[in-house]
């Protein structure tokens, strides 16, 4: 009889909050944030390295956690949110996979997501460079929100040919291709991202997401409306969503 491959993966936490980003924004879902990234950008504040523990919440949107051994056996997790919905008059719209890069973690993403499927729908949040590791997990995800990695804000090359690929794979399912802005982003960069994503998914809005400083944009909202209008010379629907929970003190 074959083995049944265990589905554990590395956490960093799973808590319970709103979707502070894009255009989902307000929406509550159950983030489980996985560890490790195949990138390592400059501007990078999430802790994404694999550690002996992660953080699950007691309760969902507590802000209390307790401690627990990874790899986490995800169906652990699957109980879990189940619980939460039952406890909280089903307020979640989803659940949100975020890293690190998540797709590191596809092989097991593929025995997991039909299992949590039965209780609320997916949303992958990802940074566009492993379209192979897409390819497995497509059909299980609703909603994927895509970065550009642009360089003068990560400090690193931007993949375009790996943005470009993932793009043409992801177009159905994507709700938003989002680029982090600050004052180092050029118009060269700026045109470039949007003309991708009109190439490639023209129906979908395209985010400027200004760097958040604090609990505030980087950017003041002239400069913002600048950048707006040059993108708008290649893609039809630009939009200037800042992020929203650092303001509301929430994760
Ligand atoms: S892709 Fe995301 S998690 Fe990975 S280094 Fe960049 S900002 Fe951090």
Request: aromatic share 6%.
């Amino acid at each position: 009889m074959p083995a049944i491959p265990a589905i554990d993966a590395p956490l960093i936490e799973v808590f319970s909050s709103m979707q502070g980003e894009g255009v989902l924004i307000g929406c509550r879902q159950v983030f489980v944030r996985f560890a490790e990234c195949n990138l390592a950008c400059e501007y990078c504040d999430t802790p994404y390295q694999p550690g002996p523990t992660c953080q699950i919440e007691s309760n969902p949107g507590s802000g209390q956690f307790s401690s627990h051994n990874n790899p986490v056996n995800l169906t652990e997790i699957t109980r879990l949110v189940s619980q939460w919905q039952h406890n909280s008059n089903n307020v979640h719209h989803s659940v949100a996979l975020t890293g690190g890069e998540p797709l590191l973690h596809a092989d097991i993403l593929r025995l997991w997501l039909p299992e949590m499927l039965t209780i609320l729908p997916i949303f992958l949040e990802t940074n566009g460079t492993l379209p192979a590791e897409l390819e497995k997990i497509l059909h299980l995800v609703k909603w994927i929100s895509m970065d550009i990695k642009g360089s003068a804000v990560t400090g690193a090359q931007t993949p375009w040919v790996d943005h470009a690929d993932f793009l043409a794979l992801a177009k159905e399912r994507l709700c938003q291709v989002k680029l982090v802005v600050d004052e180092r982003t050029t118009n060269d960069e700026l045109l470039e991202a949007a003309c991708l994503v009109n190439r490639h998914a023209p129906d979908v809005p395209f985010i400027l997401q200004p760097r958040t400083l604090g609990a505030g944009p980087s950017l003041g909202g002239d400069v913002l409306l600048g950048l707006q209008e040059i993108a708008a010379q290649e893609h039809h629907d630009v939009r200037i969503i800042p992020q929203i929970h650092p303001w509301l003190g929430v994760a």
